[in-house]
């Protein structure tokens, strides 16, 4: 793992140094427990108060930060991205040497650029292209026609099926199924009949899909991934769907088919989406959200609960409901008075 100076690390980041400039760091750490040879960093105010106490030989922090102390220091404008810039020129991985492993089974058809690397076990389908500098794992299933943009890392046991499309420097983690059919039938008399699902999918440059996630193909068309888009794992995505470019998506999200989301939406964990929904740019979903068929979410006032609402009305919901018990009690005192008034004799 590299070390790096306090001045490297302020031109990491483009930050203003105060202290020691050649003091090593050679790891991370959170503000409580980082050492004088680790870095940690305070993006608010309550973190700007615990870095008081910290031991840390680094501080990442804001402009407004005065303090001092036995750290060095440096101020940026975001301390938390530049502290993800500190995280990748620390601990990320040199490139694998460019390799095809001896039980890869690879089609006469296929065209993979010489500065790919592909791990054991790994199957490629007739006339895929794979692009430049692309890291294929063990154990992964690349179909026929396959389209995979340079620099993209598909990590073990990912599956890719047939007339996929996958752009730049994506990133696919282990156990996703990209491709697969969505769920399409339709009533055939007594039973259902499958509508075959010839669509594709479409995966935009920059995006991070998580582990065991499923992209489902398009029954006709498209399903897409926007560029710059974050899915957690154990996200599904069903036929159809258009999600924005840097869109975030937390975990156990559920999107059922031809929904839209436009681009830098926030949407939270457990979220069940309804189909043909549509969440606008810039919308917020608040998690374990149910978003009902049809339903748009406007941009602006997060949206929480189910069905989904704006949040004040939400908040407000709850507050009556925690009111039930006492308007119960409330109301068997008044019947309780209201039965003594009648049994008085006139």
Known sequence: MPSL????????CG?????DSQRPISAANTLEDATNEEVAFAANTKAAREALRSQAGCLIVDRDFNATGPWSVVRV??????????LRALYEKPGTPHSIHPTAIIAATARLDSECSVGAYTTIGEHTVIERNCRIGNGCAIGAHVYIGEETVLHANVSIYDRVRIGARVSVHAGCVIGADG?????AGDHYEKFPQVGTVLIEDDVEIGANC????????????GRGTKLDNLIHVAHNCDIG??????AQTGFSGSVFVGDYAVIGGQTGIGEKAKIESKAIVGGKA???TGQTVHAGEPVWGIPARPLRQHLKGLANVAKIPQLREDLASLKKKLDEIEKKPD
């Open 5 to 12: 100076t306090t001045a490297q690390i302020a031109a990491l």
């Open 15 to 19: 930050g203003e140094l105060a202290g």
């Open 77 to 86: 404008p975001e301390p938390r991205a530049a502290f993800a810039a500190v």
């Open 183 to 187: 769920f399409g039938f339709t009533l």
């Open 214 to 225: 499923c992209i489902d193909r398009a029954a006709l068309g498209v399903t897409r991934i």
């Open 245 to 250: 470019c840097h869109v975030v998506v937390a």
């Open 290 to 292: 149910g978003i009902l």
